[in-house]
């Protein structure tokens, strides 16, 4: 075989990919499902532990900061390693799945609890004080009046964060999740050709490219003309 | 209680995989110490093509930042390292993670000195070139040193997440921190190394979060 010959055969292998692209497209559903609870859950917590914030209670502003600073300083696989490997431990077993979607859950609240927080801080004093005056309570003038602003500072960080803390759903195949790369490693082992993984490298660019830009063009649209 | 304290923070074991987590502490330190010049490399040099060359070459960049963006670096790390030996291509593991990081952080690295070097006004260069540096010099001496200060906390946020990516190369058998924790744990069937290494990856970083949070509410 020539060197372009062996090179399509061994990652541009149509046999290859014609027998295990089932398997990747299973691979692709799976990583979109972790994906979409990932950011449903870890904005939505991440959201919370911002307003818990704005309540102003110091002991728990200091308990939000640190669990912030933990999260935003371990490594997303080390967390994943310790729920997967040391739970059971303490007598609790949880599923592959189960901690790739917790430990980036935790990453991405402190993530973003960081980014709506700024946001919350760039509104200026005035509007909280105008919200009330005008006999609006504590939460409605958080609601109607401060998120909405604080939101549009905080969409541009917040969909680039969202975006490459995502992408750790591939740490899943660390503890056997069959995402795309656990099932791409698979479909590799079984056809001993490294075919799958090209079609895996493919199937997360058709799945992030479209995300990637439309981050970028979040980041223009949004951006204030400072 | 008691169990819990066995099973995740038990002396004894701590005791007996000190040595080999303190090595993995060390080689994650090396680690870092060289995907972080790799990855500023390739940042420069994206950076620089995607604002200063002619058109073709600054749309190539943009769609080069793009791909590498848009590929998880553990997928990126496991095609170079158990992929391309197929093709006869044994890079090992030391570079697949030197190849790995350089494109992968080096995307990263290459979006934020894009965003710096544009935000320095044109006539900084202008004035620079007439004074007679060459073009090389205007833009290590005067150029540069702007746009880094004005991403400064987005660079330094960029490094903290190189230096935590390193721990993917225990996929690849690297023995760094992580490696190392899960190889103790594995001997000794208790979770207190991996705790230890947690706490260690906390204890390095920590101070550099918090250096991030204070650069990113004064600007």
């Known amino acids: 075989m020539g060197g372009l010959d062996s090179f399509l055969f061994s990652f541009f292998n149509a046999k290859v990919m014609a027998s295990y692209l089932p398997m990747i497209a299973q691979g692709l559903g799976l990583t979109v499902l972790l994906a979409l609870l990932v950011v449903v859950a870890g904005l939505a917590l991440g959201l919370a532990l911002a307003v818990l914030r704005c309540l102003g209670v110091r002991p728990l502003n200091l308990l939000i900061i640190f669990v912030v600073d933990l999260f935003r300083a371990l490594p997303p696989l080390v967390i994943l390693v310790l729920l997967f490997f040391g739970l059971p431990a303490a007598g609790i077993s949880v599923s592959g799945f189960a901690a790739t979607w917790l430990s980036l859950t935790l990453v991405l609240m402190a993530f973003s609890e960081e980014i709506y927080w700024a946001g919350i801080t760039a509104v200026p004093k005035g509007q909280w004080e105008a919200a009330r005056s005008t006999g609006l309570t504590f939460f409605q003038a958080l609601r109607m009046v401060v998120l909405p602003q604080a939101l549009r500072i905080a969409i541009p960080p917040l969909t680039n964060r969202t975006i490459a803390i995502t992408k750790g759903t591939a740490l899943g195949s660390v503890v056997g999740v069959s995402e795309i790369l656990g099932a791409a490693q698979s479909a590799m082992s079984f056809s001993a050709n490294p075919t799958p993984l090209t079609m895996g490298a493919i199937a997360y660019l058709v799945l992030f490219i479209p995300v990637v830009a439309l981050g970028r063009w979040i980041e223009t649209r949004f951006a204030w003309k400072r | ?219």
């Open chain 2, 1 to 219: 209680m008691d169990e819990f304290l066995f099973a995740f923070l038990n002396g004894e074991i701590l005791r007996e995989a000190w040595p080999i987590l303190w090595q993995g502490f060390l080689y994650t330190l090396a680690l870092s110490a060289i995907t972080v010049p790799l990855g500023l490399l390739g940042g420069l040099i994206l950076g620089l093509l995607s604002t200063s060359g002619p058109r073709a070459v600054r749309w190539a960049a943009a769609a080069w930042t793009d791909l590498f963006r848009a590929i998880p670096p553990l997928v990126l790390l496991v095609f170079l390292y158990a992929g391309l030996p197929f093709a006869g291509i044994d890079v090992g593991a030391w570079g697949a993670v030197a190849i790995g990081f350089f494109l992968n952080t080096g995307a990263y690295y290459g979006e934020v000195l894009r965003a710096g070097l544009g935000s320095v006004p044109r006539g900084q260069m202008e004035a620079a070139r007439s004074t007679g540096l060459s073009h090389g010099q205007a833009l290590a001496y005067v150029v540069l040193p702007q746009a880094v200060r004005n991403v400064l906390p987005d660079l330094v946020s960029n490094t903290l997440e190189v230096v935590k990516l390193t721990s993917i190369a225990s996929v690849v058998a690297l023995p760094e921190l992580l490696f190392q924790a899960r190889q103790a744990q594995n001997a000794t069937y208790n979770a207190t190394p991996i705790v230890a290494a947690a706490v260690a990856y906390f204890v390095l970083l920590w101070p550099v979060v918090r250096v991030i949070s204070r650069l990113e509410n004064k600007r």
